[in-house]
Antibody, heavy 116, light 108 residues
Framework: EVQLVESGGALVQPGGSLRLSCVVS????????MGWVRQAPGKGLEYVAN????????FFADSVQGRFDVSRDNAKNSLYLQMNSLRAEDTAVYYCAKWNFAFDSWGQGTPVTVSS | EIVLTQSPGTLSLSPGERATLSCRAS???????LAWYQQKPGQAPRVLICDASSRVTGIPDRFSGSGSGTDFTLTISRLEPEDFAVYYC?????????FGQGTTVEVK
C-alpha cells in the first residue's frame, strides 16, 4: 500500500521559516517526480512545487518562487519543503503528492498557520 | 502562467443526472496535459482523469474526459450519491503547473 505522510506543520510568525517533510512508503520512491500542493482554508487547490527523480530539476509557483525550496532524499524515501519569509497568505494545508502523469497519490496534509 | 477557468462554479443536480464540467485554459496546453481531480470534505484529492481523456485505474467508467487545446470537459454520465464533491482541473503542460478554481457538484 502506498503511503505518504507529511509532518512539520506548525504555527509560525510572519517572516519565519518552516521545513515540511513527507515520508513515502510502498513504492519505488526514486523513480517518481514528486510535488507539493496546498489548500488555504475554504479555498481551492494551489500547486506549490515539484521536483524530478534526482532532485536536480525543481519548479515553483510564482507565489513562492525565491522563498520556498523543494528537495528530496531518496535514501530516506523523503520529500522536503523549506519555506522561508512566510506570509499570512501561505496559511494552508500542505499536501505532498506523487506525480505519474498526474498527482496520483496524496498524503493527508499538514497544516501551516502564519500568524502573529 | 496558464490560467485555468472552471465553469460553472456550482452545479446543482440530482442523482442519476448527467454532469458536464468545463475547464478553459488561457493558452493551449501542450500535449493536452490536463488532469481532473475530485475532492470531498476533509479528504485529500483523488485523480480521475489524466492527459485530458485517460481514466485512471479504478475510476468508474461514468467519469469521462474530453477536449484539447484550451477547452476541456469532465462528464459524469449518471451521478451517484458519492459523486457530489468539488472537482478541479490541473495542467502540467507548462511550468508553473496550475489548478482551476474548482466546480462544486451539489445535490439539488
Amino acid at each position: 500500500e502506498v503511503q505518504l505522510v507529511e509532518s512539520g506543520g506548525a504555527l509560525v510568525q510572519p517572516g519565519g521559516s518552516l521545513r515540511l517533510s513527507c515520508v513515502v512508503s510502498g513504492l519505488n520512491f526514486n523513480i517518481y517526480w514528486m510535488g507539493w500542493v496546498r489548500q488555504a482554508p475554504g479555498k481551492g487547490l494551489e500547486y506549490v512545487a515539484n521536483i524530478n527523480q534526482d532532485g536536480n530539476q525543481k519548479f515553483f509557483a510564482d507565489s513562492v518562487q525565491g522563498r520556498f525550496d523543494v528537495s528530496r532524499d531518496n535514501a530516506k524515501n523523503s520529500l522536503y519543503l523549506q519555506m522561508n519569509s512566510l506570509r499570512a497568505e501561505d496559511t494552508a494545508v500542505y499536501y505532498c503528492a506523487k506525480w505519474n502523469f498526474a498527482f496520483d497519490s496524496w498524503g493527508q496534509g499538514t497544516p501551516v498557520t502564519v500568524s502573529s | 502562467e496558464i490560467v485555468l477557468t472552471q465553469s460553472p462554479g456550482t452545479l446543482s443536480l440530482s442523482p442519476g443526472e448527467r454532469a458536464t464540467l468545463s475547464c478553459r485554459a488561457s493558452q493551449s496546453i501542450r500535449n493536452n496535459y490536463l488532469a481532473w481531480y475530485q475532492q470531498k470534505p476533509g479528504q485529500a484529492p483523488r485523480v480521475l482523469i489524466c492527459d485530458a481523456s485517460s481514466r485512471v485505474t479504478g475510476i468508474p467508467d461514468r467519469f469521462s474526459g474530453s477536449g484539447s487545446g484550451t477547452d476541456f470537459t469532465l462528464t459524469i454520465s449518471r451521478l451517484e450519491p458519492e459523486d457530489f464533491a468539488v472537482y478541479y482541473c490541473q495542467q502540467s503542460g507548462s511550468s508553473p503547473w496550475t489548478f482551476g478554481q474548482g466546480t462544486t457538484v451539489e445535490v439539488k
